[in-house]
């Protein structure tokens, strides 16, 4: 008779399907106590732990399986060994279930500390630990995605390769799991880190298709997988289009309107919002209609086929949207070379960035402190009403993620010039001024970092630019915001820079 052994926080269907698969395989299932409720409402046969062990749990549940007959009967090697179970009044188990307590979940969701800590998992790893240590004869599973190949190893009565590398997936998991408690407990300047990352998948190229690449991940700071978002298969997706992806995202996020984003080498081509998402994408994409080929873009409503018959229009490497509709997709069921990535909503930002340096990783927290518009200190010249507002706001969201020095000029609900990545920022702003030229009349000006000179101040009044918004922070300040009185134009300061390097 063989035995499995199940107790999953996570009451999902996936953790019934293994019971239902192991029990027509006549199996015998144990259980904790809440496993198994959950287990016999989906009328499985299931005895519960307590049986072997004489508890049902202690201490409001912290202790429940940590008792000699459960770990024995996950460490037993041999005859002798299952004398010892037996005589301990457990049993052997041949397979071990179990979803973790939802630690970085609950660190993320606000609560309490005392809330936070009562969700890191003891019992759990400790069986996770025993059975993927005896992996010779026991099969730990710790992921749902592995189910069917545990199912499937089992028909084919060979379970010894499959055991290894689910042992091995049981420890990176946990040490994944441990760092990310060690890091709440202690914060990142007082342990080491310790990343455990899945393999991933190869690459088409890195930045050059000279260069290998490869992405590992997801790893356990959170945000999107934007590979396992990939549901439009064709070419595979290269570097460039990953980091592409990244700004498209998170740049089209902060649009509270339907909104569209095109990026060309990680800063943004064309932004804009509108009525309709189809009406907000022709926008952006007209921004800067050279700069959108071969770019990738991103929505931040549900692809529809208005919007699906405007992406038509001009060649993209890549599309982002929350969601597609059927219908959609089928308008671009024929586009070559377009891959389609859907990242569900909530867009939630990772906590941390990692950046390689030489032979160094650096990490920092995410870039995700916005001062709300509301909380921008008016310095110089009129309020803006409601749609100028909007459109100041619009190029401050970009500016954002355009690579610093960036400066841009938004009109009308919409990009009209994009400066990034100079080495000084009054050239950012000539670049943007030269690309928008006479659409920059009345247009809102966004500076990621603070303007030192009214140099920039005087070129966009010259210009015709009719508010301006920065973080201040410069020596410079009061002979800046003197030149925008001067000139007649508003000046607002954010108090918060972005550089984005």
């Not at 307590?101 to 005392?114: L, M």
């Given at each position: 008779m063989m035995r499995a052994l199940i107790s999953t926080y996570d009451k999902s269907e996936a953790w019934a399907r293994l019971a239902r698969g192991l029990r027509q395989r006549q199996w015998e299932l144990w259980a904790t106590a809440g496993t198994a409720a959950f287990l016999e409402e989906q009328g499985i046969e299931v005895y519960r732990l307590e049986q072997l062990t004489g508890i049902t749990s202690l201490m409001g549940g912290r202790?429940?399986?940590?008792?000699?007959?459960?770990?024995?009967?996950?460490?037993?090697?041999?005859?002798?060994?299952?004398?010892?179970?037996?005589?301990?009044?457990?049993?052997?188990?041949?397979?071990?279930?179990?979803?973790?307590?939802?630690?970085?979940?609950?660190?993320?969701?606000?609560?309490?500390?005392?809330?936070?800590?009562?969700?890191?998992?003891?019992?759990?790893?400790?069986?996770?630990?025993?059975?993927?240590?005896?992996?010779?004869?026991?099969?730990a599973v710790c992921d749902p995605a592995d189910i069917d190949s545990v199912l499937a190893a089992i028909d084919q009565g060979n379970r010894a390769e499959l055991n290894r590398r689910l042992a091995a997936k049981v420890f990176a998991t946990l040490a994944a799991y441990d760092r990310s408690v060690a890091d709440y407990l202690g914060g990142p300047d007082s342990v080491p880190l310790s990343l455990e990352l899945p393999a991933g998948r190869a690459l088409r190229y890195g930045e050059n298709p000279h260069q290998a690449a490869r992405a590992f991940g997801p790893w356990p700071e959170g945000g999107p997988d934007?590979?396992?978002?990939?549901?439009?298969?064709?070419?595979?997706v290269s570097a460039n289009n990953l980091f592409d992806a990244e700004t498209a995202l998170w740049a089209v996020a902060a649009l509270a309107r339907p909104g569209a984003v095109v990026v060309k080498h990680q800063t943004p081509a064309g932004a804009a919002i509108g009525a309709s998402l189809a009406e907000a994408y022709r926008r952006a994409l007209e921004a800067d209609w050279e700069a959108a080929y071969g770019g990738v873009a991103a929505v931040n409503r549900e692809l529809d086929v208005e919007t699906a018959q405007v992406v038509r229009r001009r060649f993209l490497e890549v599309l982002v949207a929350p969601a597609?509709?059927?219908?959609?997709?089928?308008?671009?069921?024929?586009?070559?070379?377009?891959r389609l990535l859907v990242v569900p909503e909530p867009w939630l930002p990772p906590r941390a960035r990692l950046r390689?340096?030489?032979?160094?990783?650096?990490?920092e927290d995410w870039d995700s402190v916005a001062t709300a518009a509301g909380s921008w200190q008016l310095m110089a010249g009129a309020a803006l009403d409601q749609s100028e507002m909007a459109d100041l706001k619009l190029a401050w969201s970009v500016a954002r993620?355009?690579?610093?020095?960036?400066?841009?000029?938004?009109?009308?609900?919409?990009?009209?010039?994009?400066?990034?990545?100079?080495?000084?920022?009054?050239?950012?702003?000539?670049?943007?001024?030269?690309?928008?030229?006479e659409r920059a009349?009345?247009?809102?000006?966004?500076?990621?970092?603070?303007?030192?000179?009214?140099?920039?101040?005087?070129?966009?009044?010259?210009?015709?630019?009719?508010?301006?918004?920065?973080?201040?922070?410069?020596?410079?300040d009061a002979e800046v915001v003197g030149a925008a009185e001067a000139a007649g134009l508003s000046m607002y300061l954010t108090g918060i820079r972005h550089f984005r390097h």
């Amino acid at each position: 008779m063989m035995r499995a052994l199940i107790s999953t926080y996570d009451k999902s269907e996936a953790w019934a399907r293994l019971a239902r698969g192991l029990r027509q395989r006549q199996w015998e299932l144990w259980a904790t106590a809440g496993t198994a409720a959950f287990l016999e409402e989906q009328g499985i046969e299931v005895y519960r732990l307590e049986q072997l062990t004489g508890i049902t749990s202690l201490m409001g549940g912290r202790v429940k399986t940590l008792h000699p007959a459960v770990h024995a009967g996950l460490l037993w090697r041999g005859d002798d060994d299952l004398k010892v179970v037996r005589e301990l009044g457990g049993q052997p188990i041949d397979l071990l279930a179990v979803s973790l307590y939802p630690f970085a979940r609950a660190r993320d969701g606000g609560g309490s500390d005392a809330s936070v800590t009562e969700m890191i998992d003891v019992g759990g790893p400790a069986m996770l630990r025993a059975a993927a240590k005896n992996h010779r004869q026991v099969s730990a599973v710790c992921d749902p995605a592995d189910i069917d190949s545990v199912l499937a190893a089992i028909d084919q009565g060979n379970r010894a390769e499959l055991n290894r590398r689910l042992a091995a997936k049981v420890f990176a998991t946990l040490a994944a799991y441990d760092r990310s408690v060690a890091d709440y407990l202690g914060g990142p300047d007082s342990v080491p880190l310790s990343l455990e990352l899945p393999a991933g998948r190869a690459l088409r190229y890195g930045e050059n298709p000279h260069q290998a690449a490869r992405a590992f991940g997801p790893w356990p700071e959170g945000g999107p997988d934007l590979l396992a978002a990939l549901v439009r298969e064709g070419k595979e997706v290269s570097a460039n289009n990953l980091f592409d992806a990244e700004t498209a995202l998170w740049a089209v996020a902060a649009l509270a309107r339907p909104g569209a984003v095109v990026v060309k080498h990680q800063t943004p081509a064309g932004a804009a919002i509108g009525a309709s998402l189809a009406e907000a994408y022709r926008r952006a994409l007209e921004a800067d209609w050279e700069a959108a080929y071969g770019g990738v873009a991103a929505v931040n409503r549900e692809l529809d086929v208005e919007t699906a018959q405007v992406v038509r229009r001009r060649f993209l490497e890549v599309l982002v949207a929350p969601a597609v509709s059927p219908a959609a997709a089928a308008v671009l069921a024929d586009r070559q070379g377009l891959r389609l990535l859907v990242v569900p909503e909530p867009w939630l930002p990772p906590r941390a960035r990692l950046r390689s340096v030489g032979g160094q990783v650096v990490v920092e927290d995410w870039d995700s402190v916005a001062t709300a518009a509301g909380s921008w200190q008016l310095m110089a010249g009129a309020a803006l009403d409601q749609s100028e507002m909007a459109d100041l706001k619009l190029a401050w969201s970009v500016a954002r993620m355009a690579k610093s020095n960036a400066v841009v000029l938004v009109r009308d609900g919409a990009t009209v010039g994009v400066g990034s990545g100079q080495v000084s920022r009054v050239r950012a702003a000539q670049q943007a001024l030269a690309q928008a030229g006479e659409r920059a009349r009345r247009a809102m000006l966004a500076s990621d970092g603070f303007i030192p000179f009214p140099d920039l101040v005087e070129a966009a009044h010259a210009a015709g630019v009719r508010a301006i918004v920065q973080p201040g922070g410069s020596k410079g300040d009061a002979e800046v915001v003197g030149a925008a009185e001067a000139a007649g134009l508003s000046m607002y300061l954010t108090g918060i820079r972005h550089f984005r390097h």
